[in-house]
């Protein structure tokens, strides 16, 4: 399913939010969800401070009546943000002059500390960053979405639920074998994507031929898991007959394998 076939449906689930905001909200937050499956990190970035920007100018405009134009940079994120939650009690709701603010700080906060969409960040960017990232943004969409349609938060975030950007999995685990889906892969790069699968252990090289489906597991000894050793792809030991993917071999995987 791609984001263009989404946008609809969030659009009219976010009819009560104006357009000059709803637009990009919707854009910002369907390229997120996109680059994070992709594991594209400065590309989930750049869509989360997009993201946090147009929910701060909106509460802005919702809370105090004014906004920061659209073109014109916003000096201090956390300094705006505090702003709202410092608005008298009967600006806006709890969840719009506090809880939502306080939300988008986090979430800014992040991706500048997390080296995500622009430079000179303090931390390399990981997925567990990335997934933590895109939940708070789905927290945040289900607010927006029960404020201003007038659902419950469970049906809003059945509604979020629904918006599954669908991506055919690298590998599929089924009746305790793996597989590579990836079409037209030598038996080398299945043999990697397959034990980049189970990064935190080891494989018995018999199960990792099963999986390939090589017919012949003395020449995938010396065929295939040979030449990866020995170019430090991989870490075979003899001894137990179990195969470790090594750093080395991660990153080709992550270079060439899963773009």
Same mark, same amino acid.
């Given at each position: 399913?791609?984001?263009?076939?989404?946008?609809?449906?969030?659009?009219?689930?976010?009819?009560?939010?104006?357009?000059?905001?709803?637009?990009?909200?919707? =854009?910002?937050?369907?390229?997120?969800?996109?680059?994070?499956?992709?594991?594209?990190?400065?590309?989930?970035?750049?869509?989360?401070?997009?993201?946090?920007?147009?929910?701060?100018?909106?509460?802005?405009?919702?809370?105090?009546?004014?906004?920061?134009?659209?073109?014109?940079?916003?000096?201090?994120?956390? %300094?705006?943000?505090?702003?709202?939650?410092?608005?008298?009690?009967?600006?806006?709701?709890?969840?719009?002059?506090?809880?939502?603010?306080?939300?988008?700080?986090?979430?800014?906060?992040?991706?500048? =500390?997390?080296?995500?969409?622009?430079?000179?960040?303090?931390?390399?960017?990981?997925?567990?960053?990335?997934?933590?990232?895109?939940?708070?943004?789905?927290?945040?969409?289900? &607010?927006?979405?029960?404020?201003?349609?007038?659902?419950?938060?469970?049906?809003?975030?059945?509604?979020? %639920?629904?918006?599954?950007?669908?991506?055919?999995?690298?590998?599929?685990?089924?009746?305790?074998?793996?597989?590579?889906?990836?079409?037209?892969?030598?038996? =080398?790069?299945?043999?990697?994507?397959?034990?980049?699968?189970?990064?935190?252990?080891?494989?018995?090289?018999?199960?990792?031929? &099963?999986?390939?489906?090589?017919?012949?597991?003395?020449?995938? =000894?010396?065929?295939?898991?040979?030449?990866?050793?020995?170019?430090?792809?991989? &870490?075979?030991?003899? &001894?137990?007959?179990?195969?470790?993917?090594?750093?080395?071999?991660?990153?080709?995987?992550?270079?060439?394998?899963?773009?």
């Amino acid at each position: 399913m791609s984001t263009k076939s989404l946008s609809p449906v969030l659009d009219n689930a976010l009819a009560g939010i104006p357009k000059t905001f709803r637009t990009r909200l919707i =854009k910002s937050y369907l390229d997120l969800k996109k680059n994070a499956l992709e594991s594209r990190h400065d590309g989930a970035g750049i869509a989360v401070g997009k993201f946090c920007e147009t929910s701060l100018r909106f509460l802005q405009n919702k809370i105090l009546g004014a906004y920061t134009p659209f073109g014109t940079p916003i000096p201090n994120f956390p %300094d705006e943000c505090r702003k709202l939650v410092t608005s008298p009690i009967t600006s806006g709701t709890e969840s719009e002059r506090i809880i939502l603010p306080r939300a988008l700080v986090f979430l800014y906060t992040m991706r500048n =500390k997390r080296d995500l969409g622009h430079a000179g960040g303090d931390v390399d960017a990981n997925s567990i960053d990335i997934a933590a990232m895109t939940k708070l943004a789905d927290w945040i969409i289900c &607010e927006l979405i029960r404020l201003y349609h007038g659902l419950s938060l469970e049906e809003a975030q059945d509604i979020v %639920d629904g918006l599954a950007i669908r991506q055919l999995p690298t590998i599929w685990e089924v009746a305790g074998k793996k597989r590579v889906l990836k079409d037209g892969l030598a038996a =080398k790069d299945e043999s990697l994507l397959l034990l980049y699968s189970c990064a935190d252990s080891s494989v018995f090289i018999g199960d990792l031929c &099963e999986w390939v489906e090589y017919s012949n597991p003395g020449v995938f =000894k010396s065929k295939v898991i040979g030449p990866l050793h020995k170019a430090r792809l991989l &870490e075979f030991d003899r &001894e137990t007959e179990s195969i470790t993917l090594s750093p080395k071999g991660a990153a080709h995987v992550e270079d060439n394998l899963l773009k």
